[in-house]
């Protein structure tokens, strides 16, 4: 992801020569994740959920964050808010920063004042934030009192337009139910409503719209941009759908098992994927135009295990790209860990990076053509990843 802008240069023959002597300033985007890594006591031992992740967003910035089920989205996420479940969850090392702040370290009460109004976050599970026991004007009416002091009628009327804008009708009236009077969809739209009314500098949407129909995911997907576009704030935004990927997305992170395996803009992902992964799962998404039984590629076999992750590198076993090359670099990948590295303007976890000409195989499913080698059920409609 491209860093932060720098600050004008300083002027006149002092400024030519400081710009000479001194180095140049780092680029700081306004949130870092170096290196995450947590992981969860399980009865069977420590299972890794991220292990190494690392990211950034610029404010102005959208980061689209995919990768098949249980490779670690959400628990990336919701480490940014120090919000996984201890236990079982740990924070194994790692460290993420927010305008240049240690979150891992900040004392609680300060974390209290970044939540909800320079970060916010809507939750995959509705919830997760919403408050059984107050109702939804409480619930909006305290975002709005802690992040504008506004109370009485003037936040009552704010809290209902919003309530309208992410479509709920008889705003009004809505303000007045608790969690459990709504329906599922109502709920991600009181989340959403709640997150967006905060304008806060990073919002990180986990899967926010999965439950919603296609026009009301279409004007909530419009409102973000709107909101993006007036506060100019970075948003990290969590999906399976790959259509979204590309209408909201300015880089893209590409996880498996843990770990990003790819980050790129979004046109260098989708015109030139570098990691067999990526191109596996881009392919599997159909086309405009597609008939529904034309074959398309799939990804074989299951994401390993997080509790004991191979040495190598941990697509091999599924890895269409590795069966065609010679056996000592197949080996290769089996024994040795790929890094993230730099690879023109992107990163790529791979040792032997795709030119651009390569294709997964391509064999006919009997019906549709996604398949879901993690679990049983298949993928939702109009999704190309899990
Ligand atoms: N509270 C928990 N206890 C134990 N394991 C957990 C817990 N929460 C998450 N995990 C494990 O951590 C891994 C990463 O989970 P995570 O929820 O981040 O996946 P995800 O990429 O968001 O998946 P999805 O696309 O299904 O939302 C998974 O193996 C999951 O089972
Ligand atoms: S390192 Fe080898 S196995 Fe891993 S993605 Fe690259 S080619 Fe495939
Ligand atoms: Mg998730």
């Not at 905060?198 to 500098?201: A, C, L, N, Q, V």
């Given at each position: 992801m491209t860093g932060g802008g720098r600050g004008p240069?300083?002027?006149g023959d002092a400024?030519?020569?400081?710009?000479?002597?001194?180095?140049?300033e780092p680029d700081v985007a306004l949130l870092e994740i170096d290196n995450l890594q947590v992981g969860f006591d399980t009865e069977d031992g420590l299972l890794r959920a991220v292990d190494g992740v690392s990211c950034q967003v610029d404010g102005g910035r959208t980061l689209g964050v995919v990768g098949e089920s249980g490779c670690g989205k959400s628990v990336t996420a919701s480490s940014i808010l120090r919000l996984v479940p201890s236990p079982p969850g740990r924070m194994l090392g790692g460290e993420i920063r927010f305008d240049g702040t240690d979150i891992l370290s900040l004392p609680r009460e300060e974390l209290g004042r970044i939540r909800g109004r320079e970060i916010a976050m809507i939750f995959q599970?509705?919830?997760?934030?919403?408050?059984?026991?107050?109702?939804?004007?409480?619930q909006m009416g305290e975002v709005l009192r802690l992040r504008f002091d506004l109370t009485g009628e003037p936040a009552r009327a704010r809290a209902a337009e919003m309530l309208s804008t992410v479509g709920i009708a008889d705003a009004r009236s809505r303000l007045s139910s608790y969690p459990h009077e709504l329906s599922g969809g109502m709920k991600q739209r009181v989340m959403i409503a709640m997150a967006l009314l905060?304008?806060?500098?990073l919002l990180i949407?986990?899967?926010p719209t999965t439950a919603l129909d296609v026009t009301i995911q279409a004007q909530i997907l419009h409102l973000i941009r709107e909101m993006q576009a007036e506060t100019g704030a970075a948003v990290l935004f969590i999906t399976h759908d790959m259509g979204v990927v590309a209408e909201m997305c300015d880089e893209v992170a590409v996880m498996y098992a843990g770990r990003v395996v790819e980050q790129a803009g979004v046109i260098e992902i989708y015109e030139r994927p570098r990691h067999p992964y990526t191109k596996g799962l881009l392919m599997s998404v159909p086309r405009k135009g597609q008939t529904k039984d034309r074959?398309?590629?799939?990804?074989?076999?299951?994401?390993?295990?997080?509790?004991e992750p191979p040495k190598g590198c941990r697509f091999a076993d599924r890895c269409w790209h590795r069966k065609r090359l010679g056996e000592a670099d197949r080996a290769r990948c089996v024994d040795e860990d790929p890094a993230l590295r730099s690879l023109e303007g992107g990163r790529v976890a791979c040792h032997f990076p795709?030119?651009?000409?390569?294709?997964?195989?391509?064999?006919?499913?009997p019906g549709a053509g996604l398949s879901d080698p993690v679990t049983s059920d298949g993928p939702p409609p109009g999704t190309g990843v899990e």
């Open positions: 240069a300083p002027a400024a030519a020569e400081n710009t000479l002597t001194r180095p140049p599970d509705p919830m997760t934030s919403l408050n059984p026991v107050f109702t939804v004007e409480k905060s304008e806060p500098r949407a986990d899967e074959a398309l590629p799939t990804i074989e076999g299951v994401v390993p295990s997080l509790l795709l030119k651009g000409d390569e294709t997964p195989p391509v064999e006919p499913p």
